[in-house]
């Protein structure tokens, strides 16, 4: 098994359950983040076997430095999220698209160029898109925009860097910081009312798509691939 993991986007939510999978099976992990005290605070939760730096994935310098440091590494997770909440798309101004772009599509673009010169041919890429890519619902379009487009790469980059393996998730709704956009009482209700209409009866967690993760890292026959972990939610509610 190859072993040292590095998750940029790994200090809270998906990226740090996956943290926490992956140690807890024997795996060396880096994780990276923007903020020191978040880092510090997930370092602290997760135990030696995993180390972490801060580093912006919007910076080609900071990510170069980053990689350089860590290096050698195995496998590389990029768990990077843009800005949270939905916007309607009469409302949705360019600027606020382009930090969309930036957060999430250039991020997960930067992190990989910035690895590959690291990554073993044996090793693997797993990125996070998400269910609005490819969806209908309204006020989603910038949000379906970068995650389609991070999956778009996935299929390019598989053939075009084999051996080196590309694979992403699709989460669903999954409890996480990434709604804390939303009050409390707000975000429960919104999770009872999704919950009501997903198959599986919950809103999922972050070692639901952990668990994915780990599987595309783990399978060495598997390429190319989005793996969908949403409870079956783009099937609809139940009957
Ligand atoms: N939660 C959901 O319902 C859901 C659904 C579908 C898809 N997703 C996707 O799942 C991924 C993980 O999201 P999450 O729910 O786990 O959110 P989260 O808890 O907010 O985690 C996001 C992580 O990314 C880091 N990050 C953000 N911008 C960064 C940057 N420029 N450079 C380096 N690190 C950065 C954050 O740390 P810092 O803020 O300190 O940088 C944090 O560690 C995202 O791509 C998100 O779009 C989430």
Redesign the pocket.
Known sequence: MRNRVVI??????????TARRLASHGREVV?????????AT?LAALGPEVTGQ??????EAELARFFAEVAPIDHLV?????P?GTTPFRELGLNHIQQHI???LL??TA?MRAALPYLPTEGSIT??????AGGSMPTTAA?AAV?AG?EGMVPVLAVELAPLRVNA????????????FLPDDARAEAFDSIAASTPAGR??N?DD?AHAIEFLIDNSFTSGIVVRVDGGARLGAPR
């Open positions: 940029v986007g790994g200090t809270s939510g998906i990226g740090l359950a994780i990276a983040g923007r903020s020191a005290k978040k880092l997930a801060t580093v912006d994935a919007r910076d990029v768990t990077v999220t843009g949270s930036d957060g999430k991020a997960h992190a990125l996070v898109s998400a269910a609005s949000l995650n991070v998730v699709s989460p669903g709704v999954i409890d996480t910081d990434w709604w804390s809103v999922g972050a798509v």
